[in-house]
């Protein structure tokens, strides 16, 4: 029986964060310097931990985009992805979708990055559906700074799979859900069939507590 797959992105499909691998091309092609590079990861490393308000973070984050035209955001991340995230897609994630795909079910991917980011991943796969972070964009095709709320993180992230859910035509109780980390502990809840990929600690110890799968990709 066919059954909707959601598959979180960074260190589930991917087997990096994405966030880090696109500092470090922003290094490498001369956009940022060390000090910019250290303050990114330093908020990156607090939005894994789900330690911080993920928005305010993510807007300071965003505030070197401002102004800057949403066609340039399109072309930098399929270069960026060609360079540096398709490296690490993970074998065993593409055999997972695939398996998918010849059951019939109904995928997307799932992630707090944004669609720039996402989908180059998607496309790849074969992934019709990307559930993300939506960026603000103004009337003249620039970005503002700021993310549309809710951003694709903890209950925000739950929210958006349910407009797809219910797009769809589908309930979260009848999904699978792939995920990684403790911040995904809303959706993985929802989800009728939570699979548990290279957890963290802390959604490890809740894995094993609730019996969930957990697989390594």
């Known amino acids: 029986m066919s059954r909707p797959a959601l598959f979180d992105m960074d260190r589930t499909l991917v087997r990096r964060d994405t966030a880090t691998l696109y500092v470090r091309y922003q290094r490498d092609v001369g956009e940022v310097g060390p000090?910019?590079?250290?303050?990114v990861a330093w908020w990156i490393f607090q939005y894994t931990l789900?330690?911080?308000d993920a928005e305010g973070v993510a807007e300071k984050a965003l505030a070197d985009?401002?102004?800057?035209e949403e066609r340039w955001?399109?072309?930098?991340?399929?270069?960026?992805?060609q360079r540096y995230v398709r490296p690490h897609i993970s074998e065993r994630g593409r055999a997972a979708v695939e398996a998918h795909r010849a059951a019939?079910?109904?995928m997307a991917v799932v992630t707090g990055a944004t669609r720039y980011a996402a989908e180059p991943l998607a496309d790849e796969l074969g992934i019709a559906h990307v559930v993300c972070t939506e960026l603000e964009v103004s009337s003249l095709g620039r970005f503002t700074g700021r993310v549309v709320k809710p951003m694709c993180y903890g209950d925000g992230k739950v929210a958006r799979a349910e407009r797809l859910a219910k797009a769809e035509g589908f309930e979260l109780?009848?999904?699978v859900f792939y995920s990684d980390?403790?911040?995904d502990l809303p959706l993985l809840e929802r989800a009728g069939e939570a699979v548990v990929v290279n957890?963290?600690?802390r959604l490890r110890r809740v894995a094993r507590r609730r019996g969930w799968s957990i697989v390594s990709w």
Not at 35 to 39: D, L, S
Not at 65 to 68: A, K, V, Y
Not at 73 to 81: G, H, I
């Open 35 to 39: 000090r910019t590079q250290a303050k």
């Open 73 to 81: 955001m399109e072309v930098n991340c399929r270069d960026w992805y």
């Open 199 to 201: 957890p963290d600690a």
């Open 173 to 175: 109780s009848d999904a």
């Open 104 to 106: 019939g079910d109904f």
């Open 50 to 52: 789900g330690v911080v």
């Open 181 to 183: 980390s403790i911040t």
């Open 65 to 68: 985009f401002r102004g800057r």
